[in-house]
């Protein structure tokens, strides 16, 4: 018997079946997915939450009429006098009166009871008592002057009228609305990314992924790309609240709206994978999560405009991707630009994500 007739032939060494290139990215994508039903927190925190904060705010900043100034005028001669002339001048409908003694008027106006006092000086004239520093004093000095000087026989030299004007569009909710898309893009982008990130690395479920023929790149998209699904629900739930419960408009293109929205979720999504990339505990990514986010809350025009702040600042505040999400956003539904109008901002969106992703891809650890 011969050598080759002694050795056991081996059986062919199976080949292993192909998978499709984006396999692992659609399996990630649909785990994402499917840890919504067992995390229903995130329904509130994502979608209700938002609604109850403008419900809330836009209640308490809604339009209303203008506050009636409370006056105390000083008993004596000539009180009943201006009492009758501020009860029958153009303001009577913005000014309450009450008399009262001298030393009860002016304590009352310290506590803050009334917004200025008024003494005759018994000659027919008046004497202001009023706290220049508040803002309310100031304007009841100004309309219970103007209303007696008119009462008197003054008049405008310049004619001129007033029109009123309370249009959807300069509202408060109309330019809070916007901003607390914005936020909540950036907030679900993420606390949403870079939260499940360091939780699985913890789980050691990271580990398992290793052995897989799965890209890092792949497994990175596919916690970017789950916002994206979300993105349409958050913004259209958001501005259909608006639109039912205030009577908001929305003049720009809903396409737009979305593609800005999406654009500003991958951002904010890779911006939360670059802060998790190398965190192991809850706690660290969850400091660094804040130290991110808290500039953007303060400057960037969520809840009142950055053009408050001293013009020095603007354009770092600009750059600011939360700044520039919101400004696309408002541009859009306020003010209906198209999306040509906003290549600067998306630029400046498309810069702060794409380099945030490049740095995370780099950066990242499974362990």
């Keep these: 018997m011969t050598v080759a007739q002694q050795t056991p032939t081996l059986p062919a060494r199976a080949t292993p079946p192909k998978t499709n290139r984006w396999s692992g990215f659609a399996h990630i994508l649909g785990a994402r997915m499917k840890e919504l039903k067992r995390e229903p927190e995130v ?111 003054r008049k405008d030299p310049i004619a001129t009228s007033v029109v009123t004007s309370s249009e959807p569009g300069s509202r408060y909710i109309d330019f809070l609305i916007p901003g607390l898309l914005g936020m909540n893009l950036m907030n679900s982008g993420m606390w949403g990314i870079g939260f499940a990130l360091v939780e699985m690395r913890q789980r050691k479920l990271l580990k398992r992924f290793v052995a897989t023929p799965m890209r890092r790149s ?75 986010m808290m500039p953007m809350w303060i400057f960037s025009g969520v809840f009142f405009s950055y053009e408050r702040f001293p013009a020095v600042f603007h354009p770092f505040i600009r750059a600011l991707p939360l700044t520039a999400l919101n400004d696309a956003l408002r541009a859009t539904i306020l003010q209906g630009q198209p999306l040509a109008a906003q290549g600067w901002r998306l630029l400046v969106l498309l810069l702060w994500g794409g380099i945030s992703f490049i740095l995370a891809l780099r950066w990242f650890r499974w362990t």
């Excluded at 720009?252 to 192991?280: N, P």
């Design 43 to 153: 329904i509130f925190w994502v979608f209700v939450f938002p609604l109850l904060l403008a419900l809330g705010l836009g209640i308490a900043f809604r339009n209303k009429p203008a506050d009636t100034s409370s006056v105390a005028i000083i008993a004596g001669p000539g009180a009943q006098q201006a009492q009758g002339l501020l009860q029958s001048g153009s303001q009577k409908s913005a000014i309450h009166t009450t008399l009262l003694t001298r030393g009860q008027a002016m304590q009352d106006l310290r506590l803050g009871k009334y917004d200025m006092v008024i003494e005759p000086d018994g000659k027919g004239g008046y004497q202001y008592h009023y706290d220049p520093a508040r803002p309310e004093s100031v304007l009841a000095h100004t309309m219970v002057n103007d209303a007696l000087q008119s009462a008197a026989g």
């Design 218 to 292: 792949d497994f990175l998209l596919a916690l970017t790309a789950s916002r994206l699904i979300l993105m349409v629900v958050e913004i259209g739930l958001l501005l259909v609240f608006g639109i039912t419960v205030f009577h908001m408009i929305v003049l720009g293109s809903w396409f737009t709206i979305m593609l800005i929205g999406a654009i500003g979720s991958v951002t904010f999504g890779a911006i939360g994978l670059l802060t998790a990339s190398r965190a192991q505990k809850i706690e660290s990514v969850s400091g660094l999560i804040n130290v991110v």
